[in-house]
């Protein structure tokens, strides 16, 4: 304990070196006066009003205060969260580092796990898994009955730093169409990478938009990269586990991602895929569909669906349909992209809260039957009513021109916080088509089993926290001189490795075995 404490104030004193606390520019309220709840509440947590000071800015949306789930859930508990992020901020990883270098950090904190993982055993964060075991008892349930969860999320050390956004449903990303392309040029859905290659030619050559001119994008994409083609060559981006060499290994450090960018580069060079791919980004949809140009593209589900009707009265007859994953280079349909059991993001509490106790209790409402339908589902009454028992979206809520998360983290609701989502709610927002969907990439079991959320120990995550970030950049950089046609990639590719290796790599990978057989094990 004395350990931890020296490793704490040497933290706290050596950020408030690099920044002074007002540099975040954010205003705390951390323990005070807050709005009083309902007194005959079940859920109430405290017996006087308190305001914690909440940093938040997932997908750069500060949270707001006025949120009426979070306003529900200050009446409930007698908790109101203050949120810190100026509502301007649209650079949340930023604002993130700037709190974490003042050393002044808000009470409780939504991040990332890598950032739980970087700075949780330095002291910034309270392990929770005591205070679970003694003061949240749903939590604990969850966790009990849920041990690859549990083990998801605990840190090297064995403790429990960061509660994420469980989630449900096992479809999440697939394949996207011009089926009215299709239709008019008389092809089929492209079943392998042959014919994939076949209608990207088409849809340039063949004027499916029928203007006469040859502005057709035939692939794009709104998040900047090119996961899905590299999933075509038989790559698998990011890490991942080789059953057949029994390791951990990274999609863009391997000898198959030589003729997988080649590939890629080659259609780039053919005017194929977006020109601006690396830089249109998450408007690419609405532009690429809306202007009648955009091809195929591979992304959410849910976020995709609705386009059809969006936009049928601008573009008459426009079908963007789901289609199967065609069959990669090997042979193999398969989808990369899963619904993880548990998000990327969630929170925790600060060392300096004052009121940990009070926090782990009202974290622990938000997995009672009440914080479940609060988190999922909105108010009742404003959002949902309960129809036999169950929560039924009212129909002035669903009949927005937003999409489904816009309208969601409008109020408040299904944020990225510590939960369990409710794939129901999702589903209430799909159309039967987008149902069909999902139904179509989980029956036929084209999701590969995701990688597992890896925790590090201390000395592990040094060497992540010294090198990845270096390899990651330079990964990026070379991938995007291969695709402009900047570097050949024959010539530069063995370099390109020695370089990746010379960067750290190899350390890298042997932290993720460590770390992937202690998650078997555990």
Avoid at 41 to 64: C, G, H, M, Q, W
Avoid at 148 to 170: A, C, S, V, W
Wanted: charged share 25%.
């Amino acid at each position: 304990m004395l350990h931890k404490l020296k490793r704490m104030f040497a933290f706290l004193c050596a950020a408030a070196l690099v920044l002074s606390a007002s540099a975040c520019g954010q205003d705390k309220a951390s323990g005070g006066q807050g709005v009083a709840g309902d007194a005959d509440s079940p859920y109430k947590v405290s017996d006087e009003p308190i305001t914690l000071s909440f940093f938040y800015a997932a997908d750069n949306k500060p949270f707001d205060d006025n949120y009426p789930v979070f306003k529900e859930a200050a009446r409930l508990t007698n908790v109101t969260l203050h949120g810190t992020v100026p509502q301007s901020n649209s650079e949340g990883g930023q604002a993130f580092a700037t709190m974490m270098a003042s050393g002044n950090v808000d009470d409780i904190v939504t991040t990332s796990k890598s950032s739980f993982d970087k700075y949780a055993t330095s002291g910034a964060f309270v392990a929770l898994d005591p205070l679970i075991d003694e003061y949240a008892p749903d939590i604990k349930k969850f966790l009990d009955d849920n041990p690859n969860l549990r083990k998801m999320i605990t840190e090297g050390d064995g403790h429990i730093y960061f509660l994420p956004r469980f989630e449900q449903g096992d479809a999440a990303q697939g394949w996207y169409i011009r089926q009215d392309w299709l239709d008019k040029l008389g092809l089929e859905q492209p079943k392998t990478v042959d014919e994939f290659y076949e209608v990207l030619k088409a849809f340039r050559d063949r004027d499916p938009n029928g203007n006469g001119e040859q502005d057709e994008i035939p692939y794009f994409h709104r998040q900047k990269n090119l996961n899905a083609l590299y999933n075509l060559m038989g790559i698998c981006t990011g890490f991942s586990y080789n059953e057949k060499t029994g390791h951990v290994e990274h999609g863009s450090y391997t000898e198959a991602y030589k003729n997988a960018v080649k590939t890629v580069a080659q259609w780039y060079k053919e005017g194929l895929i977006d020109r601006e791919i690396f830089t249109r980004g998450n408007n690419a949809r609405e532009e690429l569909l809306g202007n009648n140009t955009g091809g195929i593209t591979h992304d959410w589900f849910t976020s995709t669906d609705g386009y059809n009707q969006k936009l049928e009265g601008s573009v008459p007859g426009i079908n963007f349909a789901a289609f199967p994953p065609p069959a990669d280079v090997n042979g193999v349909q398969w989808e990369e992209t899963s619904r993880a059991q548990s998000t990327l993001k969630g929170w925790g509490i600060a060392s300096s809260n004052e009121h940990p106790i009070e926090t782990i209790k009202y974290f622990n409402f938000w997995y009672t039957d009440a914080g479940y339908r609060l988190a999922n589902y909105g108010v009742e009454g404003t959002h949902y009513d309960l129809v036999d028992g169950k929560p039924v979206f009212k129909q002035e809520f669903l009949n927005t021109t937003k999409s489904m998360t816009e309208a969601w983290w409008s109020d408040g609701i299904a944020l990225y916080i510590g939960y369990v989502q409710d794939f129901d709610a999702e589903k209430q927002w799909m159309s039967p088509i987008t149902v069909d969907a999902f139904d179509m990439y989980v029956s036929n079991k084209y999701i590969r089993e995701a990688f597992p959320l890896l925790s590090f120990t201390e000395d592990e995550q040094k060497v992540i926290t010294a090198k990845w970030s270096a390899i990651e950049t330079y990964m990026k950089e070379q991938e995007q001189k291969w695709i402009f046609g900047t570097d050949d990639v024959d010539a530069t590719f063995d370099q390109y490795m020695a370089q990746c290796k010379q960067l750290g790599m190899d350390e890298v990978l042997a932290v993720y075995d460590a770390a992937y057989e202690r998650y078997l094990n555990s």
